[in-house]
C-alpha cells in the first residue's frame, strides 16, 4: 500500500501449478476415461444406458450420448481453473479454484466408465445393474483427490509491509501497553438447516432401497459439513485466524500483511455463489457463513479476505490498532 492507501496488486503467482493441476490434470483423468470408454465401445449394447432409477436403468442414449457429459465436465473444470488462474492471488483461493476442478474431474471420468463397465457383454443396456457404487466411488474419489489437490497447491510466499494502517480504517483506543484479543464462533444456519436435510434425505433414502454402501455419501457428507459450516475467528497480537471447528482447514492473516480491515455487507449467494470457504468476485476470498456484516481484511498483494462474524466492527477496529502498533 502506497502512502495514499492505494492497494498494489501483484501478478497471480504459480500460475504453471493452478494450471498443470487444475488444468491439465483433470483434462488427463476425463481423457483418460473416454479412451476407456472407446476401448470397450465394440463390447456395449446400443443403445447405452445413461440414466439409474430405483428399478434399474431408465434412461438410454447412443455412445456419443454417453460420452457427452464430459463436455460439460470440461466447461466447469476451465471455468472453475480460470478463476485460480486469473483470480488467484490469495492461496486459499487458488486452492478452492484448483481442488474443484481435480475433483470434477475424477467425478466424470469414473461415472462414465462406472457406468459402462457394467454394461459389457450386455445385448440389451436395460439389463445393466445397478450402478449405486459407481456413484459413490466417484462422490468419495472426488472428494479425495479435490483435498488431495488442494494441498499440494504451492501457498503464498510471505508478503511483509512496513507502511502504516490505512489512516481511514477504525482503531481502537489502546495505548502501547495494553493487550487485547477478540474471538467469536461464527456458523451458517441456512447451510446447517440444507445440510441436515441433505443427509437425513441420503440416510432414508439408502435404508429404504437397501443400498448400505450408500450411507458412505451422508458419513461424507457430514465429515465435509463439520470442516466448513463451524468456525472459530480470533483477532490478536499474531494477527487474524479463521479455524474450522474440528481444527483444520484454517486460514490466518499475519499482523505485519494487513493494509486495512473494515466492515462490509455479505451477502453470500450473489457475492460468492454460496456459502463456505469460497472465492468470489473480484477475486476476493470469502469465509461467508450467513447474510450480515463482516470483516474485509484487505492485505498485500492486492488479496483481499471477507469473513461474516459478529461484532465484525470490534475486530477490524482491533486488527488495524494491533497492525499499526507492530509497526511502530
Do not use: K
Not at 464430459?70 to 487458488?94: I, P, S, T
Not at 459478529?310 to 475486530?315: E, G, L, P, S, V
Not at 486488527?319 to 499499526?324: C, H
Amino acid at each position: 500500500m502506497t502512502a495514499q492507501g492505494t492497494t498494489v496488486r501483484t501478478p497471480v503467482p504459480h500460475r504453471l501449478a493452478t494450471t498443470l493441476l487444475g488444468l491439465v490434470l483433470p483434462f488427463a483423468l476425463m481423457t483418460a476415461g473416454a479412451l476407456i470408454a472407446l476401448s470397450w465401445r465394440d463390447e456395449l449394447p446400443d443403445p447405452v444406458a445413461t440414466h439409474w432409477g430405483a428399478d434399474g436403468p431408465d434412461g438410454f442414449s447412443s455412445f456419443a450420448g454417453a460420452l457427452a457429459p464430459l463436455l460439460l465436465g470440461l466447461v466447469l473444470c476451465v471455468g472453475a481453473w480460470a478463476l485460480g488462474f486469473w483470480a488467484g492471488r490469495d492461496g486459499g483461493a487458488r486452492r478452492i479454484a484448483v481442488g474443484t476442478s481435480a475433483g470434477l474431474g475424477t467425478l466424470f471420468a469414473v461415472l462414465l466408465v462406472g457406468t459402462l463397465a457394467v454394461q459389457r457383454g450386455l445385448t440389451d443396456a436395460a439389463d445393466a445393474p445397478g450402478v449405486g457404487g459407481t456413484i459413490v466411488g466417484a462422490l468419495v474419489g472426488a472428494l479425495l483427490v479435490g483435498i488431495g489437490v488442494a494441498l499440494i497447491v504451492p501457498r503464498d510466499a510471505p508478503q511483509p509491509t512496513s507502511a502504516r494502517v490505512d489512516p481511514r480504517a477504525p482503531r481502537l483506543p489502546l495505548s502501547s501497553t495494553q493487550r487485547a484479543a477478540w474471538s467469536r464462533t461464527v456458523a451458517s444456519p441456512a447451510a446447517v438447516v440444507a445440510a441436515v436435510v441433505a443427509v437425513t434425505a441420503s440416510v432414508v433414502l439408502a435404508v429404504v432401497v437397501g443400498a448400505w454402501f450408500a450411507l458412505v455419501v451422508p458419513v461424507a457428507l457430514t465429515a465435509l459439513l463439520a470442516v466448513t459450516l463451524v468456525w472459530r475467528v480470533t483477532v490478536d497480537e499474531r494477527g487474524i485466524e479463521a479455524r474450522s471447528f474440528v481444527g483444520w482447514p484454517s486460514v490466518r492473516i499475519p499482523l505485519d500483511e494487513v493494509e486495512g480491515a473494515s466492515v462490509v455487507h455479505v451477502r453470500p449467494l450473489p457475492e460468492f455463489g454460496g456459502w463456505g470457504y469460497r472465492l468470489g468476485r473480484g477475486g476476493r476470498a470469502g469465509l461467508a457463513l450467513r447474510t450480515g456484516d463482516g470483516v474485509e481484511i484487505r492485505r498485500t498483494g492486492g488479496r483481499v479476505l471477507v469473513v461474516t462474524v459478529d461484532d465484525a466492527a470490534t475486530a477490524a477496529a482491533l486488527l488495524n490498532t494491533l497492525a499499526d502498533r507492530s509497526r511502530a
